[in-house]
């Protein structure tokens, strides 16, 4: 492999690192831990995750656009690996944008109003997608790095 056939993803590969920290502090972390707080009520607590997840939904698509850009405009060349698990991950976020994150959303005013709320899965359907485009975002990166060690270690011998 030369120099000049090694493509860095210099966009994509920082994008996806910053994507799986975003994911992992907001929906792993700040998700469960808001309700700990003193005076959290749980109809404030979902008002507040409904904002914050929105807001992390907007920087997700920034991010994912950037990924896009870097792996399918930038650099062309088949769908290989980082670009199958890419497509898995636009994909859940496609399903939590147009599908999750509004049916979560339309349950808060029930709360809110103080009306009993059937229980539903949608909380464990949004918490395993999440748990399942950490994990592609995760193998995106992966292989960007193993590709960078592979490409440095045939330049240093």
């Known amino acids: 492999m ?3 056939e090694m493509y860095y993803y210099p966009i994509a590969l920082p994008s996806i690192f910053l994507w799986i920290g975003f994911v992992g502090a907001i929906s792993f972390m700040e998700a469960w831990l808001k309700f700990r707080a003193p005076g959290v009520t749980l109809p404030l607590g979902l008002g507040i995750g409904s904002l914050v997840f929105s807001a992390l939904n907007k920087v997700e698509w920034v991010l994912a656009i ?3 850009l870097d792996m399918f405009l930038f650099s062309r060349t088949g769908l290989d690996r980082p670009r199958f698990f890419f497509l898995g991950a636009l994909a859940i976020l496609i399903i939590q944008t147009l599908w999750l994150l509004p049916a979560l959303d339309a349950r808060i005013p029930l709360y809110q109003q ?3 709320v059937p229980s539903s899965p949608l909380h464990h359907y949004y918490v395993v997608t ?3 485009k950490v994990v592609c975002l995760s193998v995106i990166g992966i292989h960007f790095i193993r590709s960078i060690r592979m490409f440095l270690s045939q330049i240093h011998t």
């Open 2 to 4: 030369q120099a000049k």
């Open 66 to 68: 950037l990924i896009a």
């Open 114 to 116: 103080g009306l009993e």
């Open 130 to 132: 999440e748990i399942i």
